[in-house]
């Protein structure tokens, strides 16, 4: 089996190097090159393909907000996990709405590290739904905002038609549930779970889980405060 490829991008050169260092030590883990700024990171990104970019979020030249941006636009099956000291609202917000999966403090665990990268290049890592319910209430200052409220409004009209079963797999994703916690949850197939998800994507027009949890907490919100009637 290939190796996950991983870039990582920081600005300081500990940082680098120790995750260079852990990575390597895992078999199913690839460094195919890193980065001490954002252009740099974007530069190596396009040349190698990764599967998953480690990208802290405040760098020179380029920060990991716009670098996520530049890379998604490059390379949209790249996966970005986020990196950064504290849980800053503002910068994961912002990430997310340009299409980062993930975010990570740089003081988690290695082992913890090593399980979530390889959890995303399975596509199990998340946005927690908590984030999820902040990025909805702050979608008017997003580039995103039109694009996601149009998905939401669709939803609201009933056009995208989830079946019972969809509805029930969205809400446990709107809960914060990855896809093998749903499949445990309903007494599924992860594999089949995923394919729910896909198809959920597939109706309310997204293309990855961060935009879905948007769309289905956007949705969540217009239809109680329609059943309030404001």
Known sequence: MRPIRIVIADDQ????????????????????????DGLQALDIVRESKPDIVLLDIQMPVMDGIECTRRIKE?????????????????????????????YLLKDMEAKRL?????????????MPATIAAKLAANLSRLSAAAELEGCAVRLVQKEARLTERETEIARLMVQGLTNKQIAKTLYMHE??????????????GVNDRAKALLVLTMNNHCNRTHDRGE
Do not use: H
């Open 114 to 126: 090593i399980e979530s990268i390889r959890d995303a290049a399975c596509g199990r890592l998340m």
């Open 13 to 36: 050169a500990l940082m680098r190097d120790g995750l260079q260092t852990i990575l390597e030590l895992q078999p199913d883990m690839e460094v195919t090159g890193t980065a001490e």
């Open 191 to 204: 594999g089949t779970v995923r394919n729910y998800v896909s198809v959920i994507y597939g109706k309310i």
């Open 74 to 102: 490059a390379s949209p099956d790249t996966v970005i996990l986020l990196l950064s000291i504290f849980l800053e609202d503002k910068y994961i917000l912002e990430g997310f709405a340009q299409g980062a999966s993930g």
